[in-house]
């Protein structure tokens, strides 16, 4: 356990951190996305402006 609670309520697990921060990196280097949700974060994902692509992402970083 990584000692969190994710947005579901859920006991957040590393694993589910360590997909988190590589989808999160992967995405915002991509140049194709503007923002993401994840369900291992309260708040929306915002791409820097001169990385920032079109589309929004919604992902469980895990689960699919």
Request: charged share 30%; hydrophobic share 40%.
């Amino acid at each position: 356990m990584a000692g969190n609670i994710n947005v579901q309520g859920e006991e957040v697990k590393k694993l589910d951190v360590l997909a988190n921060e590589i989808f999160i990196n992967s995405l915002k280097s991509s140049g194709k996305v503007c923002a993401m949700v994840s369900e291992e974060n309260e708040e929306v994902i915002q791409v820097d402006h001169k990385l920032r692509g079109k589309y929004l992402v919604v992902f469980d970083p895990l689960d699919g």
